[in-house]
């Protein structure tokens, strides 16, 4: 398997892999790395399509993608994923536990779309936004950088920080990013995650509404879900020491077998 999948490699400790999320790449991380560096070493790929990464597959499934992350990564992680990257960290805890020691993800659900008694985003916004990528895709991806922060205290800087980070993905990696958001539904397989797991949430997120804890919790036979208040689709950047917070008190309550002393 020819691989172009882009990876850094940073730090020093257990693996923590981090999955971006829709529409981003793996600078996304930047603030949060020289909080983690020290504790652990950091594998932070640009999913296909995304950032640096060459789009690698004509079919942008599960299946089709994960042996490309395998190649790069160590064989055991803690694996940490946003929003649709939180959809392939749960999928590989699914579907190889034994290349899992400790799962987080945050913002992210195991089935996104909306439907009766299960919280989420209407169907109808994600076809919509496949319709106006096509047509103009920069302002669309723009407007969704703006509902991912919105409600936040710091939304107009952040929002000014990340413009100038951001590079244009694939189209077909959007496309491709949104029909796995549209059409994934993992509440059935979810028992099969037996290591303790951590689900992270935020109160005013547009695109997880925080009332999917509700649908959630009840599923997860060995996970707790965390609402962190005043912030919305990104945690990680909003609340940054509240999120690095409750890194910190996961990690020391289920602490990795990996993990350097």
Same mark, same amino acid.
Request: proline share 7%.
């Given at each position: 398997?020819?691989n172009?999948?882009h990876?850094?490699?940073?730090?020093k400790?257990?693996?923590?892999?981090?999955?971006?999320?829709w529409g981003?790449?793996?600078?996304?991380?930047?603030?949060l790395?020289?909080?983690?560096?020290?504790?652990? +070493?950091?594998?932070? #790929? @640009?999913?296909?399509?995304?950032?640096?990464?060459?789009? $690698?597959?004509?079919?942008?499934?599960f299946? =089709?993608?994960i042996?490309y992350l395998?190649e790069?990564?160590?064989?055991?992680?803690?694996?940490l994923?946003?929003?649709?990257?939180g959809?392939?960290?749960?999928?590989?805890?699914?579907?190889y536990?034994?290349?899992?020691?400790r799962l987080?993800?945050?913002a992210?659900?195991?089935k996104?779309?909306?439907?009766?008694?299960?919280?989420?985003?209407?169907?109808?916004?994600?076809e919509?936004f496949?319709?106006?990528?096509?047509?103009?895709?920069?302002?669309?991806?723009n407007?969704f950088?703006?509902?991912?922060?919105?409600?936040?205290?710091?939304?107009?800087?952040?929002?000014?920080?990340?413009?100038? +980070?951001f590079?244009? #993905? @694939?189209?077909?990696?959007?496309?491709?990013?949104?029909e $796995?958001?549209?059409?994934?539904?993992?509440? =059935?397989d979810?028992?099969?995650?037996?290591?303790?797991?951590l689900?992270?949430?935020g109160?005013?997120?547009?695109?997880?509404?925080?009332?999917?804890?509700?649908n959630?919790?009840p599923?997860?036979?060995?996970?707790?879900?965390?609402?962190?208040?005043?912030?919305?689709?990104?945690?990680?950047?909003?609340?940054?020491?509240?999120f690095?917070?409750?890194?910190?008190?996961y990690?020391?309550e289920f602490p990795?077998?990996t993990?350097?002393?």
């Amino acid at each position: 398997m020819t691989n172009l999948l882009h990876l850094n490699v940073i730090g020093k400790g257990s693996p923590l892999i981090l999955l971006h999320g829709w529409g981003w790449h793996s600078a996304i991380w930047s603030p949060l790395i020289p909080h983690l560096a020290d504790k652990f +070493q950091l594998f932070i #790929p @640009d999913l296909p399509g995304f950032g640096k990464s060459s789009i $690698l597959t004509e079919h942008y499934t599960f299946e =089709a993608i994960i042996p490309y992350l395998f190649e790069r990564v160590p064989p055991t992680a803690t694996w940490l994923g946003w929003s649709l990257g939180g959809l392939f960290a749960w999928w590989i805890a699914i579907h190889y536990p034994e290349k899992v020691s400790r799962l987080i993800t945050v913002a992210t659900s195991p089935k996104f779309v909306s439907e009766e008694n299960w919280s989420g985003i209407p169907i109808s916004t994600l076809e919509k936004f496949a319709i106006d990528l096509t047509s103009h895709c920069k302002t669309t991806l723009n407007d969704f950088l703006e509902l991912q922060l919105r409600g936040s205290s710091n939304q107009e800087t952040l929002l000014i920080e990340l413009q100038k +980070q951001f590079t244009p #993905p @694939d189209i077909s990696a959007l496309l491709g990013g949104l029909e $796995l958001l549209r059409t994934t539904d993992l509440r =059935a397989d979810l028992r099969k995650v037996t290591i303790p797991s951590l689900h992270i949430f935020g109160n005013l997120d547009k695109i997880v509404p925080v009332s999917v804890v509700n649908n959630l919790q009840p599923l997860l036979l060995n996970g707790n879900c965390e609402v962190m208040q005043r912030t919305g689709h990104m945690p990680f950047l909003t609340q940054q020491e509240r999120f690095l917070a409750c890194l910190r008190n996961y990690c020391l309550e289920f602490p990795s077998p990996t993990h350097e002393q």
